[in-house]
């Protein structure tokens, strides 16, 4: 791409402008490298406007190749925003995930305790190959007959996952020589993940499955993360048991594998939205045990944050829209899998277009290049705020709790009830009435 | 007609509970506990009758008995004159009696012809092998694919609705001419349903001064404070043990986290499996226990039409999917269960009798075919649906749907004249729309989409598959706390309420199928609140529905 010599974000008519307070843009430029759900957002966005190859922009959606590639060349001014921050892998690559969660986990452990440091055991046994392949051994051998899965650290979608329970397994796999190849072409060394697979899942009707949260974070320093209240389940096409781990299938339940398996059937969702799986839990384990464990979700979502603040190059310019993958064990722990800092927004349904639009739509309502936020918003749409340099609690008129207790911000699983707050709480975009 | 007076009614009920519970289970676990507390130092023998009385009451076991005596309350027959045929007592309207044995006769006919034309018999003994490799998928009987392209329904809803049409009293003068007096709907005959007014008496718990679960924005009480209070209330009469007053607290809605303990207790089904289930002679699990055995043993053709109705209903919804192994596990045995013919006692239908091959295969007997006496239609698997959103343990969900089941949902697709019956049903949803939205019912009438046929299908599966399940668990919670389906034809007149200025637009009967179809999107998008401090409203609900169109509109 020819954009190294750009200056990207180049105000061009706004250059004698000044942004005052509360005085929005009327015409944003934007670039999309994507085709699907978020091209139809911000094509529909009123005042937003496509440029393409090498215009300027105001914002741009990206991919994470694009970025790898333009990042650090490209100029922007003040105003600009992008979606990713430039070394997000710290938090999304498995590898980086398990080593700076590890190193967050100590130093919590030297400054505040034992008790502080468990917080962070949401994270299963994990091991990075080839360079920890002796300790894993050992923890390995500590516990024979347990179930263990290896990941590719970079790939996604399920893709290059397999199961395993006796080293012979991956020894077999190591000398493997199509495996080999693609170590050579992988740019690190450090190219899989071994992790302690979990065993006992909470199932539902037999199958199990695996929650997809969305966390946009628009600062890391200070650290500033937003929870949608949306969400879904993602199912297992099969009914759950330990005796085929060959049976990929049943083990993992990223819809994109499933959609490879023999008896998937494309019309039939194999989603529930979070709301429905939240209300089906509280009808069995009742309201407090749920709330405890949407407590712990969001204890997930900080903790992880917290372990790469200071590593994510901080930049106001950047924003980005992580998809958490969370898994639920039968004692109704829930274990964070992954990371993912390009979820994927194409829609397998109506009702999943639905929620990834007004997920979208709410992102940009928070990104604010219109100008029409304060700042001090707790909830912008289907989004909560949930981290602000420190936790964040919802106003409850007192009368309504017995004792004076903090209630954290979050949401998820909720009703999303957006439209109306929206249309209470923003202004009509330049140019349009409020309807 | 001689009636009888009140007390001579109530001592034959007494005489007809009383029978009914001795040889239950709780009527031996009754003696057992009494034969046992005889050894409490606290008995006395001078007052032994008054200290095992008080003893079987302290220890909870006279609340037990309660709640199976207000049980039977539910299912007792109607009250008649003793010399009267049980047909009579069941169903005093001799052209609806009629109607229904055409109807069944048509349904049974239909039934066997198509075993017939397959050549397959109504039931077969499977041989061993099969029944190991039953009994090894049991959990998993979804996985089948078996092919079923051969077996149609034996009848869907909108074949019942033209039987329904067709009814009519023969006692009436048919007269052609529209006048101000006639009905404009679909149902053609006369029964004494409850308008408006009457209504307001019979469910003063959904006036707009009490609270309900569900939050409308317009109650005096503000939401949050109610919720808390209605929850705290929720868990002191799951404590009770009480049925009667967990099915007046169902009438204000049932908190999520204790719906599915209250709604046993109002059926009086056994929650803990340690208790036992006193609806029946046998304990809940044994009698699913045994259930499956005869399922295992046995292949009724019967069988293919629920694998068919669960493939094309529940496992295509939305939500539903995942529960599809549930679903064959509880309607298999639910065809078996000779139990439910106990409900015939109040129901007017018969049960269905067919010709099957004597074990000697010389003969053949007529007997009840399925052993239910329930032949089941399309759609029938989404009464048992919503239920697995509460129960996850086979036989829990099997006792509490056989009793749903018994108690409200044969009403929907027999004929007769009771007020929860669906002729009433259909008929008060008609009347209230004629009422209340005249203008909006002569132009539905006019471009040729009666109501009915929109609303139907929502009435007959008391609205399951049509809402989410939340919204739908909601309006059941009414169902059992009124005891009556009359809501149901309530909501459904308040969808058309709800959008009646679009479908003054519609011209056709498609385009109001989808009006109606996105108000019930509507109703179905807004989601439960799920927290207390959540302060977010849902502000279109069944209740809040009825509300605004009580108010508003009727």
Same mark, same amino acid.
């Given at each position: 791409m020819s954009k190294s010599k750009q200056t990207a974000g180049y105000k061009g008519a706004y250059s004698s402008q000044k942004k005052k307070e509360g005085e929005g843009r009327s015409c944003i430029r934007y670039r999309c490298g994507?085709?699907?759900t978020i091209q139809d957002v911000l094509n529909q966005r009123p005042g937003w406007v496509e440029v393409k190859d090498d215009g300027d922009w105001d914002f741009n959606w990206c991919d994470v190749g694009w970025l790898r590639e333009n990042f650090d060349h490209s100029y922007m001014e003040e105003h600009v925003r992008i979606c990713h921050f430039r070394n997000h892998y710290e938090l999304t690559r498995k590898n980086l995930m398990v080593k700076n969660l590890k190193r967050y986990r100590k130093t919590l452990e030297r400054e505040a305790g034992r008790l502080e440091a468990s917080?962070?055991?949401?994270?299963?046994c994990t091991f990075v190959l080839p360079s920890e392949y002796h300790i894993f051994v050992e923890e390995f051998k500590r516990s024979p007959g347990s179930t263990w899965i290896m990941k590719p650290v970079a790939r996604s979608q399920g893709k290059g996952i397999f199961l395993f329970r006796k080293l012979k397994d991956i020894i077999d796999w190591r000398k493997d020589g199509s495996r080999s190849e693609e170590q050579k072409d992988e740019a690190q060394v450090e190219s899989y993940v071994a992790q302690r697979y979990i065993e006992n899942p909470y199932l539902i009707a037999g199958r199990k499955f695996d929650l997809r949260v969305y966390v946009l974070v628009t600062s890391y320093i200070p650290l500033k993360a937003w929870l949608y209240r949306d969400g879904f389940a993602r199912f297992s096409n099969t009914r759950f048991s330990l005796s085929s781990i060959d049976d990929q299938y049943v083990h993992l339940t990223n819809v994109a594998v499933q959609k490879t398996a023999p008896d998937y059937d494309p019309e039939k969702g194999c989603k529930w939205l979070m709301q429905q799986l939240r209300q089906y839990l509280t009808a069995k384990h009742g309201f407090e045990t749920v709330q405890t464990l949407f407590k712990e979700i969001d204890n997930i979502f900080i903790r992880s944050l917290l372990s790469v603040q200071k590593t994510i190059i901080n930049d106001k310019h950047c924003f980005e829209l992580y998809g958490y993958d969370i898994l639920l064990d039968q004692d109704l722990k829930p274990w964070l899998i992954e990371v993912n800092a390009s979820p994927s927004l194409t829609a397998s349904s109506q009702e999943d277009y639905d929620l990834k639009y007004r997920l979208l739509e709410d992102t940009l309502h928070i990104v604010d290049m219109e100008g029409r936020l304060t700042g001090k918003e707790k909830r912008v749409g289907g989004f909560d705020l949930m981290w602000n340099d420190g936790p964040v609690y919802t106003d409850v008129g007192l009368e309504t709790l017995g004792s004076s207790c903090l209630v954290a911000n979050t949401h998820l699983g909720c009703v999303n009830d957006r439209q109306k707050q929206l249309q209470q709480l923003l202004k009509p975009f330049p140019g349009q009435k409020r309807t | 007609m001689i009636m009888m007076d009140e007390s001579a009614e109530l001592s034959v009920s007494i005489t007809q509970i009383v029978q009914r519970l001795k040889g239950t289970h709780l009527h031996s676990q009754l003696e057992k506990q009494a034969k046992e507390c005889l050894h409490k130092p606290e008995i006395k023998l001078e007052t032994l009758k008054d200290d095992v009385r008080r003893f079987l009451k302290a220890s909870g076991w006279e609340r037990k008995l309660q709640n199976a005596v207000y049980r039977e309350l539910h299912i007792l027959p109607p009250p008649g004159h003793p010399r009267a045929p049980p047909e009579h007592t069941k169903e005093p309207l001799a052209y609806m009696r009629k109607a229904q044995v055409n109807w069944e006769k048509r349904i049974l006919k239909s039934l066997n012809s198509m075993c017939t034309e397959l050549g397959i018999p109504l039931a077969r003994k499977r041989p061993v092998p099969e029944q190991k490799e039953l009994t090894n998928k049991w959990n998993e009987m979804g996985t089948d694919e078996p092919d079923l392209s051969k077996f149609r329904p034996v009848y869907a809803p909108k074949d019942f609705l033209e039987v329904l049409v067709g009814l009519k009293n023969p006692n009436n003068e048919r007269s052609e001419d529209l006048t101000v007096r006639s009905h404009w709907g679909l149902i053609q005959v006369s029964l004494n349903v409850r308008d408006i007014p009457q209504m307001r008496e019979m469910y003063p718990e959904l006036g707009i001064t009490y609270g309900q679960l569900g939050i409308d924005d317009h109650t005096h009480v503000p939401p949050d404070l109610f919720e808390s209070e209605h929850i705290h209330i929720g868990k002191k009469v799951e404590s009770e043990q009480d049925s009667a007053a967990a099915q007046q607290y169902s009438r204000q809605g049932c908190p999520t986290g204790l719906r599915a303990q209250l709604w046993s207790l109002i059926l009086n089904?056994?929650?803990?499996?340690? %208790?036992?289930? %006193?609806? %029946?002679?046998?304990?809940d699990i044994t009698h699913y226990e045994q259930l499956k055995a005869r399922v295992i043993h046995h292949d009724l053709l019967v069988d293919n039409l629920i694998y068919k109705d669960v493939k094309l209903t529940a496992s295509n919804d939305d939500y539903y999917f995942v529960f599809e192994d549930y679903l064959y596990q509880v309607l298999l045995c639910f065809s078996r269960d000779t139990a439910v013919l106990e409900h015939f006692n109040y129901n007017c239908a018969t049960p269905p009798k067919s010709c099957i091959q004597s074990k000697s295969g010389s003969e053949q007997c007529a007997v009840v075919y399925p052993p239910n006496g329930v032949i089941p239609f399309h759609g029938f698997s989404m009464y048992v649906a919503p239920l697995c959103f509460l129960y996850n343990e086979p036989s829990k969900l099997y006792s509490v749907f056989r009793e749903m089941y018994i108690r409200y949902f044969f009403r929907l697709h027999s004929i007769s004249s009771h007020p929860s019956g669906i002729v009433s049903l259909c008929l008060q949803f008609e009347r209230l729309l004629q009422t209340h939205l005249p203008q909006l019912f002569y132009h539905l009438r006019e471009i040729g989409a009666q109501p009915l046929r929109i609303a139907f299908k929502w009435i007959v599966r008391a609205f399951s598959g049509y809402l989410s399940t939340d919204q739908l668990l909601l309006l059941w919670d009414r169902i059992l706390g009124y005891d009556s389906l009359e809501i149901v034809a309530v909501l459904a007149a308040a969808v058309f309420a709800f959008r009646s200025e679009n479908l003054m637009e519609v011209t056709s009967l498609a385009s109001a199928e989808v009006v109606t179809c996105v108000c019930m999107c509507v109703l179905s998008n807004t989601k439960i609140v799920s927290s207390l401090t959540a302060n977010t409203s849902n502000p279109v609900h069944p209740r809040h529905m009825f509300q605004n169109c009580w108010d508003n509109h009727f």
């Open positions: 994507l085709t699907n917080k962070c055991d949401f994270f299963p | 089904t056994s929650n803990d499996p340690e %208790f036992f289930c %006193f609806n %029946f002679i046998k304990q």
